[in-house]
């Protein structure tokens, strides 16, 4: 499965890319539309997790928590990380796409222009458009 998460009206929408193009809408499948995307990942290795809307997210990590601490492994435990909130598309798909890269995102997220836009305008501003 190939995940890529795109905005559309305001939102983040998730799609199946290795489903095929809908005739009908020309997309792929969509998985998942929210307002706000949450990554849950391992902060040690940058492995991700879990990505999706906040509440699902949110509440996995605590549950995963909980658990990984009632067995013992308070490091484990520890080592989870959600980032949430209005985060650039183009770095929300390389944390899909690249092992580790969540790590990177986390060093780098208090540079990070705070908004949905920033994925579509870096884009536009590397392709010479305004």
Request: charged content about 25%.
């Amino acid at each position: 499965m190939t995940l890529q998460y795109q905005l559309k009206e305001g939102n983040y929408h998730l799609y199946d890319l290795s489903t095929p193009v809908s005739k009908v809408t020309g997309e792929h499948r969509l998985r998942l539309k929210t307002d706000n995307v949450a990554i849950a990942f391992e902060a040690s290795t940058g492995a991700l997790r879990e990505h999706g809307s906040p509440m699902r997210i949110h509440s996995w990590a605590n549950n995963t928590r909980r658990r990984l601490r009632a067995s013992g492994a308070l490091a484990s435990a520890n080592d989870i990380v959600v980032v949430s909130g209005p985060l650039p598309v183009d770095e929300i798909n390389k944390c899909l796409k690249v092992d580790g890269y969540c790590r990177d995102l986390l060093t780098r997220l208090h540079e990070l222009p705070h908004g949905k836009r920033l994925g579509h305008a870096a884009s536009a501003a590397k392709n010479g458009m305004h």
